[in-house]
């Protein structure tokens, strides 16, 4: 049937026939193999009307000359074959996944969804875009001391004593926990007597990390960093998550800090994670720096990611220095600092 669409129309009132179809079937109790073999012809017609699609104009073109459309104009727009512009950028998103992963989502996924196909299609853009800046990135020299590897072994070098605020983001599943004893261990050496190692940490273990942190460094203060904007269900716990704690620890010997501050900080706007999809804000790893550094102080951030820390520290006039283990993320990292 569907090998007979001609048009992205036709073929979308397949899609439009299988939903209906799969929705009688559901009512009136059909396996559930019957509903899927319905799902499945959908998404065919839906791929099948976005491969249709892809050389159709959006909307009418502009006029060229006296009266005459251009010739990419004088096809058919969306509207004018009865197509609404959602479901014909829905139908060129799906036409846009390889062809067997297409066919492999067809045949694991649990529930054969649009939506499910979409998320794929949107994964794969997301994917060449990370590939792409990566690829930009690799022969880019900045100009700040940053450093491929694990903190251990390539920031080895920094002298004892050295560093006047370590500012950093440790990854949070429990499979990295031994990395906060690494890291309470490096900072006492390397911080600058009295000086601060800042942290964020995820929520679900708190506990061993606080633990790991107080090996080699004096606890001080939890601030709290609030996300704005929306948020998500933490698989798990069913808790909505808008803050992230933020630790702070010191190298003894423990003094006070001079300037009375509050202990939270908002993470303003929509999430960043153009570059990393653990990104930090800007504007939290801004308020920090200026909180806890002066011009000219070295700021290290031992796990840098896209190089936030380093960004906001080179921005406010601070010495920063870093390092990251992931060579993609590290050559995203050069190229986000230069820009
Ligand atoms: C939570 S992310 C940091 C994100 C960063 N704050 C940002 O805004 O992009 C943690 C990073 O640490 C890196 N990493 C993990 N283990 C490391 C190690 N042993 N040495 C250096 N970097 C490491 C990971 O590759 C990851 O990019």
């Known amino acids: 049937m569907l090998a007979e669409a001609k048009t992205a129309y036709d073929a979308i009132k397949i899609a439009d026939a299988a939903e209906a179809y799969r929705y009688a079937m559901k009512v009136s109790g059909a396996s559930e193999e019957a509903q899927r073999e319905a799902s499945m012809l959908k998404l065919r017609a839906e791929r099948r009307a976005g491969e249709l699609l892809v050389s159709m104009p959006k909307a009418a073109g502009p006029r060229e000359g006296k009266g005459a459309r251009s010739e990419a104009a004088t096809a058919l727009t969306y509207a004018e074959q009865g197509i609404d512009k959602r479901v014909a950028a829905r139908c060129q998103k799906i036409a846009s996944i390889p062809e067997e992963r297409f066919e492999e989502f067809l045949s694991v996924a649990d529930e054969i969804t649009t939506a499910g196909v979409v998320k794929i299609a949107k994964e794969i853009d997301r994917f060449v875009e990370l590939s792409d800046k990566a690829e930009r990135g690799k022969n880019i020299r900045i100009d700040i001391d940053f450093r491929l590897g694990d903190f251990r072994k390539v920031l080895a070098d920094l002298p004892d004593d050295s560093v006047d605020l370590i500012l950093t983001d440790p990854p949070y599943p429990r499979d990295f926990i031994d990395l906060w004893s690494g890291l309470s261990e490096f900072a006492a050496r390397v911080l600058k007597p009295g000086a601060f190692c800042i942290a964020y940490s995820g929520q679900a273990n708190l506990p061993e990390v606080i633990k790991r942190m107080g090996e080699h460094l004096v606890y001080y203060w939890t601030f709290c960093l609030y996300h704005q904007g929306s948020t998500q269900i933490v698989n798990g716990v069913n808790v909505m ?99």
């Open 241 to 339: 998550c808008r803050w992230k704690p933020i630790l702070l620890y010191q190298k003894q010997p423990r003094k006070k800090i001079p300037n009375t501050m509050q202990d939270y900080l908002i993470s303003e706007g929509v999430q960043e994670k153009d570059d990393h999809e653990w990104q930090q804000t800007e504007s939290g790893v801004g308020k920090l720096i200026e909180l806890f550094s002066n011009p000219g102080d070295i700021v290290l951030d031992t796990f840098a990611g896209s190089g936030t820390t380093l960004k906001c520290a080179r921005d406010a006039g601070r010495k920063p220095i870093g390092c990251e283990i992931d060579k993609d993320t590290y050559n995203r990292a050069k190229l986000r600092i230069s820009s």
